[in-house]
């Protein structure tokens, strides 16, 4: 079977490869993979930002059908409909991180798609505790979405909480970015989505995802507007999700006094802010990191109930011989989630 590797460390060092089909243990499921997304950390181990353990599949958001179980699997059988669980690959299982389900602080921790393999390929092997069935009435693309979905909600449901009747600045439309909007809306919040001239395509998805207000920070006086829409105090809720230095800036400037700023985006270096702030406006400020065991739990009941629509996130689907131009998709930020499907051809 074809499958994206990273072959080594650098940047670049990506290529699809024939690799064999991954042999199933007992407690083990195979999974045909259907649908897996780019996420920010593939391109961060496309360009050597991000630590992995190559040579490694990429992928790590995904969904598929079980193709067969292995010997002791009780939960699953061939032709259920799942996703998957990605970063608890491996754990020890022993800690205190590990038996309060707060699984991604595990010392020994090696994720698929990083430290083991993942799901840009046809067959993924996962223990049988990795994956969750999904409802009838989600789409396979729709259930691609699982793992970015959870760290939206964990952002926005776990740390501190965010209310009917808050203004939000959401600072960032990438794909964790709009999944924040669509939970946001789902709350019956005001939201104030902010983004770059490169992303325009993606204030679009915003708008059209039901966000109050727009701002192109490049050539829309962001402050004014957020003065304008709350008579002056400033946001309730500022959510940084761009990863970048002048959005950190904009969040904590935007922010009311005894508001709360909640990071998700990964800026990936360091950076210079006025730090003070967060003292003189008594700052609330949380920082949220993936997910946990209930972030998933809460995921699967989100997607039984259907009030969250996650479809208008999704923008592209392309085969993986043709992986290059679909994260050229990303890189561009043309578009929102961008998932891969297998085909047999390079």
């Given at each position: 079977m074809k499958a994206l590797v990273k072959v080594k460390e650098g940047h670049g060092n990506v290529e699809l490869l024939d690799v064999k089909e991954p042999e199933l243990g007992p407690g083990m499921i195979l999974i045909e993979v259907k649908y897996a997304g780019i996420c920010?950390?593939?391109?961060?181990?496309?360009?050597?930002?991000?630590?992995?353990?190559?040579?490694?599949?990429?992928?790590?958001?995904?969904?598929?059908?079980?193709?067969?179980?292995?010997?002791?699997?009780?939960?699953?059988?061939?032709?259920?409909?799942?996703?998957?669980?990605?970063?608890?690959?491996?754990?020890?299982?022993?800690?205190?991180?590990?038996?309060?389900?707060?699984?991604?602080?595990?010392?020994?921790?090696?994720?698929?798609?990083?430290?083991?393999?993942?799901?840009?390929?046809?067959?993924?092997?996962?223990?049988?505790?990795?994956?969750?069935?999904?409802?009838?009435?989600?789409?396979?693309?729709?259930?691609?979405?699982?793992?970015?979905?959870?760290?939206?909600?964990?952002?926005?449901?776990?740390?501190?909480?965010?209310?009917?009747?808050?203004?939000?600045l959401l600072s960032g439309p990438g794909p964790i970015g709009l999944l924040c909007l669509a939970l946001l809306r789902a709350k019956g919040c005001k939201v104030i989505v902010a983004g770059t001239g490169r992303d325009a395509d993606r204030l679009n998805i915003a708008a059209g995802m039901g966000a109050d207000v727009i701002v192109n920070v490049d050539g829309q006086d962001l402050h004014g507007t957020i003065a304008a829409e709350t008579d002056g105090r400033g946001v309730d809720v500022a959510i940084e999700c761009a990863g970048a230095g002048p959005s950190v800036a904009n969040c904590l400037k935007a922010v009311k006094k005894r508001g709360k700023y909640i990071q998700v985006g990964i800026i990936g270096k360091e950076i210079t802010v006025e730090f003070d702030t967060i003292l003189y406006k008594q700052l609330e400020v949380v920082a949220s990191y993936a997910h946990s065991i209930e972030t998933f739990d809460r995921v699967m009941r989100i997607w039984e109930q259907g009030k969250v629509d996650v479809k208008p996130v999704i923008t592209h689907k392309v085969p993986l011989s043709r992986w290059k131009d679909a994260f050229d998709l990303c890189e561009r930020k043309a578009g929102g989630k961008v998932l891969l499907y297998y085909d047999e051809s390079r």
């Open positions: 920010g950390t593939d391109q961060h181990i496309y360009h050597g930002t991000y630590r992995c353990n190559p040579p490694v599949i990429l992928g790590h958001e995904f969904s598929g059908v079980v193709a067969e179980v292995g010997e002791g699997v009780s939960r699953f059988r061939p032709g259920d409909r799942v996703t998957v669980l990605p970063s608890t690959g491996v754990t020890c299982g022993a800690c205190e991180h590990c038996r309060t389900g707060n699984y991604m602080f595990c010392r020994e921790r090696k994720s698929l798609g990083s430290g083991i393999n993942g799901g840009f390929t046809k067959y993924v092997a996962v223990r049988e505790d990795m994956a969750y069935r999904i409802p009838d009435r989600l789409s396979l693309e729709e259930a691609a979405l699982t793992e970015p979905l959870a760290c939206a909600v964990k952002a926005l449901e776990e740390l501190t909480p965010i209310r009917v009747g808050d203004t939000v």
